[in-house]
């Protein structure tokens, strides 16, 4: 596999399928581990961050379900790759900086990524579609205890797991399930809700995680402490939390649906129209409008899309993607036409 | 023929044809007359109001090309009729006020109306399609001279004919051009053009006459001063101060056509999209997006719409038109949906 080859797959994420999955797009669960004996990423030399590389890859390479993963020296790609990597939500912003000695290992279904020497030594995450953050630990759970069988965690039975930042120390862990709220959001009641989140230490945050700009509706909402809770616990908690959530979202839906039918309606179909029509369009207008087709769909107002569709057209339109695709580099004007283009084959035969 | 016959006939006005039909919607020609010996129409008492109307009645019927106009006492009609008129063009908003006896002539091919009580006892409006405005005048000149026949005029040898507002008294002439100048605004050449207008003693106003702000690139380009020109030179120096302004919006259409392309095309087709698309739409956004539908039209990048069809749009989807359609009150909600609808049905096969 190369990284290429990921242009033409779909990613779980993207798959529009699993519970709830008219709400959520993604559920992700997220460990971070770090060695014994060898300083954390930010400290590390050229031989130790050598070492953690290697180290990391001889256990991947006898974890079974890890077989004919993509092992990445991050060294080797150029910016446009990473871009590529960053927009298909396989790794960090933070992991494509040129320092650091850095690796990525890419499991060929895309559930399954691990940064090497990002902020901590590893960072092991798990991406499911729709709600299903049970599922998506329960498959990191089997890798941590098989990674654990051949490497050294830095352990403290005081502490649990250590780590670089202090609010990842004790599991290591973070779930975060990525949320589709365009009802809530017209409503405006969006912030209510997320400051109701805000309180009881979750945080929010953009398509593109930390320091992203919520837009096109997207809300990824991930538990704040790691600490002083087992694992279970933890998932447990945000799961209720995002429960509560999809409840208003639904119900909000249902009161425009029912009481606001023909701005609904106007708002999802003029997006529609615009996309079937634009010659040029930007990266940000196309994730707004491309939510309301999206509720356009989950509302069954627009009936001859499926989810798939919206969602792979999401991902093909970022930038890097979109260069991918033409095989060359394109200016941001460039882009913007492409993107159109793209836009409106993909959508033409709907009506 | 009665008011409400108008609804299915096409305006001369809005028949997308004449000379420059692609820039110049139509040219008006407006005489002010008043009757001698009768006081302007702010100071008319009632006998007098009637004094003039029952005068300019029984002139107008012994012209022979009136023949079979509507006579229209303005105190029966209702505010929804005087909306209609006036979305016409047929009359202004000062016509509408309730007070001082008013009367409306209108010709049954709404080429030729007659204000009655207005600012003047007469207004005489002669409107033609494109830019014909000695077409306009030389039609004028008959109705003047026939009517001149019948009627007493005030005229004093030193001033020409005496008007209410000092600005008509000479020739009592105006001539107007509505013209759609997209390529002027989109360039941000329009203020330059505008101002350049100003200083030849030249004024501009929206769509709907003295007060009402230029919208969907529409301006109505008409002369200042009445007195101390003979009527012919007024009509040429507005039509070559016209040419001009054309002339200006050709190259610039060509200069967008050649250099800007892709974001003209975006523009158009975006503004056909939304209006195939939108389940509510106000009046406003309406003239926008259709004068980039005329613009698309007139560069023969949308190629299976016609002119006219895009003016019958422009004049069913204003507000009173659309109530005399649906036969009933609608409040402004009402008539955006209504709106939207007759949009996307009459564009609905378009592709």
Redesign the interface.
């Known amino acids: 596999m190369r990284i290429d080859d990921l242009i033409n797959h779909t990613s779980e994420w993207l798959k529009g399928s699993g519970p709830y999955s008219n709400i959520v797009i993604s559920s992700r669960v997220r460990l971070a581990r770090n060695l014994n004996s060898i300083p954390f990423p930010h400290r590390l030399n050229k031989k130790q961050g050598q070492e953690v590389i290697d180290a990391v890859r001889t256990a991947v390479e006898k974890v079974d379900f890890l077989k004919g993963s993509l092992f990445i020296d991050m060294q080797q790609l150029d910016a446009l790759d990473k871009q590529f990597l960053i927009e298909r939500h396989l790794m960090s912003y933070e992991h494509a900086r040129p320092d650091n000695y850095r690796a990525l290992v890419l499991e060929k279904s895309e559930i399954i990524s691990i940064m090497i020497n990002e902020e901590d030594h590893l960072r092991i995450q798990v991406m499911q579609s729709g709600f299903s953050l049970f599922e998506a630990w329960s498959i990191m759970n089997r890798i941590d205890d098989v990674l654990s069988e051949h490497l050294d965690f830095a352990f403290l039975s005081e502490w649990g797991y250590l780590t670089s930042c202090p609010t990842n120390t004790g599991t290591g862990l973070r779930g975060s399930v990525m949320l589709h709220l365009p009802a809530l959001v017209m409503s405006r009641q969006i912030n209510r809700v997320l400051s109701a989140i805000a309180k009881l230490s979750f945080t929010t945050r953009g398509l593109y995680g930390e320091g992203t700009e919520a837009s096109g509706n997207f809300f990824q909402v991930s538990n704040q402490v790691a600490l002083g809770h087992k694992e279970e616990e933890i998932i447990s908690n945000i799961n209720a939390l995002i429960k509560q959530v999809i409840e208003q979202e639904e119900q909000m839906r249902q009161h425009l649906f029912t009481h606001q039918r023909?701005?609904l309606?106007?708002k999802i179909?003029?997006s529609?129209?615009?996309?079937?029509?634009?010659?040029?369009?930007s990266s940000q207008e196309t994730i707004d409008l491309l939510s309301m087709l999206r509720l356009g769909v989950d509302l069954d107002i627009i009936k001859d899309i499926d989810r798939s569709t919206i969602n792979r057209l999401f991902l093909i339109t970022q930038p890097a993607h979109l260069q991918k695709i033409e095989n060359k580099r394109l200016s941001s004007h460039e882009r913007d036409?492409k993107r159109?283009e793209i836009i409106r084959k993909t959508l033409e035969k709907i009506s």
């Open positions: 023909a701005i309606e106007d179909w003029r529609f129209g615009i996309l079937k029509s634009a010659f040029i369009i036409v159109a």
